[in-house]
T-cell receptor, first 113, second 113 residues
Framework: AAGVIQSPRHLIKEKRETATLKCYPI?????VYWYQQGPGQDPQFLIS???????DKGSIPDRFSAQQFSDYHSELNMSSLELGDSALYFC????????????FGPGTRLTVT | AQSVTQPDIHITVSEGASLELRCNYS??????LFWYVQSPGQGLQLLLK??????LVQGIKGFEAEFKRSQSSFNLRKPSVHWSDAAEYFC???????????FGKGTTLSVSS
């Protein structure tokens, strides 16, 4: 069965640079969620989208923005990167905002040097 | 606000021994509860979930969990632990708006031979 695809899987950036993470949901899923997991931490909800509109917002820094496109894939844009942004970023998807039926992708590991 | 507490940061169990990981939640209504497992540097794998009905839930890899409303608990159990079970375990609850998952801080399981 098709799963959530995230790209890239690994990304190394320098401080103050910009990064873009991509998420391709499971086919027919219209809701995408982004989570950030710092080293040794639990995953923290950042933001979610349903039908290309922002559905909910968590602890997403102002330096980050995200959007969902017409094909339901989503991109998380991160600017002015800081060392503290180094983390594993998970994307999850579900059908019609049924967040209790989320399927997680493998994550993108971002390292900021 | 909803929250999840995993009282044990680190647990060590002998191989073949039984396991119980504790999870307590704070939630106003009937919660949607989850247990995830994460190996180092890897993604989140869903072990089991509880929505309603039978309070004893069976999951993958021989895990089960019991929902106890009176104790606001959703403890994870396994009768006989294998060395491959060593990992980080996260309990999670769906937030009240149903738009995201809230994770506990996690419990690290070590398995001794």
């Amino acid at each position: 069965a098709a799963g959530v695809i995230q790209s890239p899987r690994h990304l190394i950036k320098e401080k103050r640079e910009t990064a873009t993470l991509k998420c391709y949901p499971i086919p027919r899923h219209d809701t995408v969620y982004w989570y950030q997991q710092g080293p040794g931490q639990d995953p923290q909800f950042l933001i979610s989208f349903y039908e290309k509109m922002q559905s909910d917002k968590g602890s997403i820094p102002d330096r980050f923005s995200a959007q969902q496109f017409s094909d339901y894939h989503s991109e998380l844009n991160m600017s002015s990167l800081e060392l503290g942004d180094s983390a594993l970023y998970f994307c999850a998807s579900s059908f019609q905002r049924l967040s209790y039926e989320q399927y997680f992708g493998p994550g993108t590991r971002l390292t900021v040097t | 606000a909803q929250s999840v507490t995993q009282p044990d940061i680190h647990i060590t169990v002998s191989e073949g021994a039984s396991l119980e990981l504790r999870c307590n939640y704070s939630y106003g209504a009937t919660p949607y509860l989850f247990w995830y497992v994460q190996s180092p540097g890897q993604g989140l794998q869903l072990l089991l979930k509880y929505f309603s009905g039978d309070t004893l839930v069976q999951g993958i890899k021989g895990f089960e969990a019991e929902f106890k409303r009176s104790q606001s608990s959703f403890n994870l159990r396994k009768p006989s632990v294998h060395w491959s079970d060593a990992a980080e375990y996260f309990c999670a609850v769906c937030n009240q708006a149903g738009t995201a998952l809230i994770f506990g801080k996690g419990t690290t399981l070590s398995v001794s031979s």
